[in-house]
């Protein structure tokens, strides 16, 4: 070594910050921030290792592969949804909000929806919501077939409504917008044969119109008038 140089002082492994102990939770809010913010094909078990300075291997002790965690992700985001009260004001206010809630959460994270599309809500967050839909569906005097297949579709709807809200919010967040996607939907639908597409010409607005929530207000509307004045008959 030359004169009058000192070598750097050894860093201690105890100064660095101490990892966060693996758990089950830690490894789903890890997939989450990874979904939020890269997306459903940047989603593995190496990349969430990754994520919490582990390694794959480390995880399969807490969750069995990527569709365990896919599902338990989904059940989290759940938990983000506020239950309604047991009474108070009317059942289809309040299963509204429910179902509002149940859509948002699951739209604010990308692709989850699909996810949740795909498997039966079986997590104590879905399972809560379910209980608390049955409720409010007994509530307004379904019978219990009725209810127990109403809770079914309406659950059919919702991830297929947030999937959608979800793959809009992408599109925005790539660089566009909803506004634009509709106009360039609705100047292809202007620009149509009306010979032979009469019918879509002719209702271009009113296909295009509607705010989102809107549109997801009518639907629930039509699903609960349908269910009511269709009982089940086994």
Known sequence: MLAGMTSPAPVSRRARPAKAPLSRDVIVRAGLRILDRDGMDALTMRRVGTELDTGAASLYVYVRNRDELLTLMCDEALGEVPLPADRGGSWRTRLTNLVNAYIEALARHRGLALVALGTIPAGPNALLITERMLALLKEGGLTDDTAAWAVDLLGLHLTAVAAEQSAHHDQTVDGGSEAAYLQEVGD????????????????????????????ATWFLHVLLTGILATPVER
């Open 188 to 215: 292809h639908f202007a620009a149509l044969p009306p010979d032979r597409f009469p019918m879509i010409t002719a209702l271009r607005e009113p296909l295009l119109a509607g705010s989102g929530e809107q549109r």
